[in-house]
């Protein structure tokens, strides 16, 4: 097989599981050290990396692994956080909330592959594939309570795609929590 067919045989596989959990997407075992878990998410990145197949894959093919990739990269920040020692994802604090409301936005307007439809127009599919990867990365960033790197992350997610009124919003959204804050 052709690397071409791999990576794409790999993110639909990623992108056919919408319920599994970060080890299942890492393909490690629940307790894995984090050195299995940096490796297997290095394998990752060596093979399905977005950058590395920018050119060779058409828009739609882009748009899968990129997505796919996103998920993994998630889950590998998820892995991250809940090593001993680090900070479990904040449940009660306000910036949970808006991460939930983020999240819950996009989600409800994806179908469960994760990948935009060609339907109505949504924030999601005018989101491009890199604003996207920034926006997941604050969406981390919030459900560990962590304000500072959100708004970096969105403003990332911003340069990105300065188009997004979406992103635009959400940035408002969390600099105001972040102007509650002492």
Do not use: C
Request: hydrophobic share 40%; glycine share 4%.
């Amino acid at each position: 097989m052709s690397v071409r067919s791999d990576v794409l045989l790999w993110a639909q596989r990623i992108l056919s599981k919408p319920d599994a959990s970060p080890h299942q997407l890492l393909e490690v075992r629940p307790d894995a050290p984090a050195d299995v878990v940096s490796d297997a998410f290095q394998r990752v990145a060596r093979m399905a990396h977005p950058d590395l197949h920018r050119s060779n894959l058409e828009a739609a093919d882009f748009e899968m692994v990129t997505a796919a990739y996103s998920r993994v990269a998630g889950a590998y920040q998820e892995m991250r956080t809940r090593r001993p020692g680090a900070r479990p994802p904040a449940k009660d604090e306000p910036q949970s909330v808006i991460a939930q409301r983020m999240s819950s936005q996009i989600k409800a307007q994806t179908p469960s592959s994760g990948l935009p439809t060609a339907g109505a127009p949504s924030s999601a599919q005018s989101m491009n594939s890199k604003a996207l990867i920034y926006y997941r990365k604050a969406e981390l960033a919030l459900r560990r309570g962590e304000l500072r790197p959100a708004v970096m992350q969105i403003k990332m997610a911003i340069a990105a795609d300065p188009a997004s009124t979406f992103l635009r919003s959400a940035l408002g959204e969390i600099e105001k929590e972040l102007a509650k804050k002492p």
